[in-house]
């Protein structure tokens, strides 16, 4: 089935040409079924990059999805312009006036700052709040998830002496969580922050599971007892080369920058790096559409 999005959305012609089945407002008006709505809340500069990955991931489903992109009205984006914004987003306010089966809460490019000293920090916890009681799952991603920790359980992130930057061997610490259904015993996820969250914090909560860690014992992925809040802190929906981008953009500035572990083929970075989490990715969030979402989702929910 295919992904709901706006006519005219940048991510819509890049998609088609992967033979990505989306699907604009007007046919999907025709189709007599209820999509399961879900909403992004978009906390990333480059937003038609996020929107295009997250949307990619989200596609590889039998369900149909009614994506809403959320903007947050505390803060300024200088990465895109105003008129995307405005034509494609809902502002964050109006989430508070409808209703949503599942949500995204992205990362964010804020890690080394104080949660309190992000300026739509207030504005992001009244929305985590309307998440506990009005969402059936929320996936909050990398910076996201460490502000979810820290917010409903008061789970501090931690400075790291280098940033964590590559593509990481990752193991499950259960095996019987239908998030990871279908996942290998080792797989790989890209990773690139400056800080990250203490394993033995998140055990000792009892509200909350740990799914999976890397081989070094960093947190990968965790949920609550309830299954309405998952913390991914890594980013399976980027690209091939998104990693690649980045280390080349830090180089280029004379910023400090360690080549990306585990993914240019000989730690060559002229090199052209592979995708060996593509797989995974699609894996995962449509484990999390349908175990977590749809299956918990009552029809007549969404007006």
Same mark, same amino acid.
């Given at each position: 089935?295919?992904?709901?999005?706006?006519?005219?959305?940048?991510?819509? $012609? &890049?998609?088609?040409?992967?033979?990505?089945?989306?699907?604009?407002?007007?046919?999907?008006?025709?189709?007599?079924? /209820?999509?399961?709505?879900?909403?992004?809340?978009?906390?990333? =500069?480059?937003?038609?990059?996020?929107?295009?990955?997250?949307?990619?991931?989200?596609?590889?489903? =039998?369900?149909?999805?009614?994506?809403?992109?959320?903007?947050?009205?505390? +803060?300024?984006?200088? +990465?895109?312009?105003?008129? !995307?914004?405005?034509?494609? *987003?809902?502002? $964050?306010?109006?989430?508070?006036?409808?209703?949503?089966?599942?949500?995204?809460?992205?990362?964010? =490019?804020?890690?080394?700052?104080?949660?309190?000293?992000?300026?739509?920090?207030?504005?992001?916890?009244?929305?985590?709040? *309307? %998440?506990?009681?009005?969402?059936?799952?929320?996936?909050? &991603? %990398?910076?996201?998830?460490?502000?979810?920790?820290? !917010?409903?359980?008061?789970?501090?992130? &931690?400075?790291?002496?280098?940033?964590?930057?590559?593509?990481?061997? %990752?193991?499950?610490?259960?095996?019987?969580?239908?998030?990871?259904?279908?996942?290998?015993? &080792?797989?790989?996820? =890209?990773?690139?922050? !400056?800080?990250?969250?203490?394993? $033995?914090?998140?055990?000792?909560?009892?509200?909350?599971?740990?799914?999976?860690?890397?081989?070094?014992?960093?947190?990968?992925?965790?949920?609550? @007892?309830?299954? /309405? $809040?998952?913390?991914?802190?890594? +980013?399976?929906?980027?690209?091939?080369?998104?990693? @690649?981008?980045?280390?080349?953009?830090?180089?280029?500035?004379?910023?400090?920058?360690?080549?990306?572990?585990?993914?240019?083929?000989?730690?060559?970075?002229?090199?052209?790096?592979?995708?060996?989490? /593509? @797989?995974?990715? !699609?894996?995962?969030? @449509?484990?999390?559409?349908?175990?977590?979402? *749809?299956?918990?989702?009552?029809?007549?929910?969404?007006?």
């Amino acid at each position: 089935m295919p992904i709901k999005i706006q006519s005219g959305l940048p991510a819509q $012609s &890049i998609l088609e040409k992967e033979n990505i089945f989306v699907m604009t407002e007007g046919r999907a008006k025709s189709q007599d079924i /209820r999509p399961l709505k879900i909403a992004i809340i978009n906390l990333m =500069p480059a937003k038609e990059t996020t929107e295009t990955q997250l949307l990619r991931v989200l596609a590889n489903t =039998p369900l149909q999805i009614d994506i809403s992109l959320v903007r947050m009205e505390n +803060h300024v984006s200088k +990465h895109v312009s105003l008129n !995307h914004l405005e034509k494609f *987003y809902i502002p $964050s306010g109006d989430i508070f006036k409808r209703k949503f089966d599942g949500m995204i809460i992205t990362g964010a =490019p804020v890690e080394q700052m104080p949660f309190e000293d992000v300026d739509y920090w207030s504005e992001l916890c009244d929305i985590m709040d *309307y %998440c506990k009681e009005n969402i059936f799952s929320t996936l909050y &991603i %990398c910076w996201g998830a460490q502000a979810g920790l820290y !917010h409903n359980y008061g789970i501090k992130k &931690i400075p790291l002496d280098k940033k964590m930057f590559g593509l990481f061997d %990752c193991v499950q610490t259960t095996m019987d969580d239908p998030l990871l259904r279908g996942f290998n015993d &080792i797989f790989q996820v =890209p990773i690139s922050r !400056h800080t990250t969250v203490s394993t $033995s914090a998140v055990s000792r909560v009892k509200d909350l599971k740990i799914l999976a860690k890397t081989q070094s014992d960093d947190l990968i992925l965790a949920k609550s @007892s309830d299954n /309405r $809040s998952i913390f991914m802190t890594g +980013h399976l929906e980027y690209d091939t080369d998104t990693l @690649s981008n980045e280390y080349w953009r830090d180089k280029n500035k004379n910023l400090p920058i360690d080549l990306p572990k585990n993914y240019f083929p000989g730690n060559n970075p002229e090199s052209k790096p592979s995708n060996i989490w /593509r @797989s995974t990715a !699609h894996l995962f969030y @449509s484990n999390w559409l349908n175990y977590y979402v *749809y299956q918990e989702t009552p029809y007549s929910f969404v007006n």
